[in-house]
């Protein structure tokens, strides 16, 4: 079974610059979560997904970050303007269904601002 | 808010040792338990979980307790080997509600060695 892919997997830009980070899960997995991991820290929700409708993007910083998740597959993340303070490795998770807690996570996106 | 601590890291042992890896957490309710653990190079995975009080978690040697008097689900494991040399991460999820989002702890790092 392939596992949730994620690209890409390392970018640096500088502040100011956009970036997007695209995510496939796994294949039948309904649920899909964009998280922060700020490095020391464990990771932190920014935006859940169930199928192509958002659940959760309380902790999603709106003026800058946004994410869709066209036709309940793959999901996009975007960033525009990046701030210094957004190097992180994103990571997108998937799930068969939102209350399991059992979520599979790709290897994650590292992205440095300058 | 409700929110996982763990002990500081990094945690250095000999090959064999006993380990300990201390997990606390604050939350309404009742929530589920969860420890993922992150190797090198990949991505976070699900190592074990507990889901009420008393149920004790298990999987490759690895054992955790859900002790709701103490608000604790701390890891052990009675004999490790270099390769458990991860970053372990402890979780909750609230059961009320309908996001089913995972809280992460900031992650304690074990080094294993020879």
Same mark, same amino acid.
């Given at each position: 079974?392939?596992?949730?892919?994620?690209?890409?997997?390392?970018?640096?830009?500088?502040?100011?610059?956009?970036?997007?980070?695209?995510?496939?899960?796994?294949?039948?997995?309904?649920t899909?979560?964009w998280?922060?991991?700020?490095?020391?820290?464990?990771?932190?929700?920014?935006?859940?997904?169930?199928?192509?409708?958002?659940?959760? #993007? !309380?902790?999603?910083?709106?003026?800058?970050? @946004?994410? %869709? $998740?066209?036709? &309940?597959?793959?999901?996009?993340l975007?960033?525009?303007?990046?701030?210094?303070? #957004? !190097?992180?490795?994103?990571?997108?998770?998937? @799930?068969l %269904? $939102?209350?399991? &807690?059992?979520?599979?996570?790709?290897?994650?996106?590292?992205?440095?601002?300058? | 808010?409700?929110?996982?601590?763990?002990?500081?890291?990094?945690?250095?042992?000999?090959?064999?040792?006993?380990?300990?890896?201390?997990?606390?957490?604050?939350?309404?309710?009742?929530?589920?338990?969860?420890?993922?653990?992150?190797?090198?190079?990949?991505?976070?995975?699900?190592?074990?979980?507990?889901?009420?009080?008393?149920?004790?978690g298990?999987?490759?040697?690895?054992?955790?307790?859900?002790?709701?008097?103490?608000?604790?689900?701390?890891?052990?494991?009675?004999?490790?080997?270099?390769?458990?040399s991860?970053?372990?991460?402890?979780?909750?999820?609230?059961?009320?509600?309908?996001?089913?989002?995972?809280?992460?702890?900031?992650?304690?790092?074990?080094?294993?060695?020879?």
């Open positions: 079974e392939a596992g949730v892919a994620q690209s890409p997997r390392y970018k640096i830009i500088e502040k100011r610059q956009s970036v997007a980070f695209w995510c496939n899960p796994i294949s039948g997995h309904a899909l979560y998280y922060q991991q700020i490095l020391g820290q464990g990771p932190k929700l920014l935006i859940q997904f169930q199928n192509n409708g958002v659940v959760d #993007d !309380s902790q999603l910083p709106k003026d800058r970050f @946004s994410a %869709e $998740r066209l036709k &309940g597959v793959d999901s996009t975007k960033i525009q303007p990046a701030k210094l303070e #957004d !190097s992180a490795v994103y990571l997108c998770a998937s @799930s %269904e $939102r209350k399991t &807690g059992e979520l599979f996570f790709g290897e994650g996106s590292r992205l440095t601002v300058l | 808010g409700d929110s996982v601590t763990q002990m500081e890291g990094p945690v250095t042992l000999s090959e064999e040792a006993f380990l300990t890896i201390n997990c606390t957490y604050t939350a309404t309710g009742y929530p589920s338990l969860f420890w993922y653990v992150q190797y090198p190079g990949e991505g976070l995975q699900l190592l074990l979980k507990a889901t009420k009080a008393d149920d004790k298990s999987n490759k040697g690895f054992e955790a307790t859900y002790r709701k008097e103490t608000t604790s689900f701390h890891l052990e494991k009675g004999s490790v080997q270099v390769s458990d991860a970053v372990y991460f402890c979780a909750l999820r609230l059961t009320s509600g309908n996001t089913g989002k995972l809280i992460f702890g900031q992650g304690t790092t074990l080094q294993v060695k020879p």
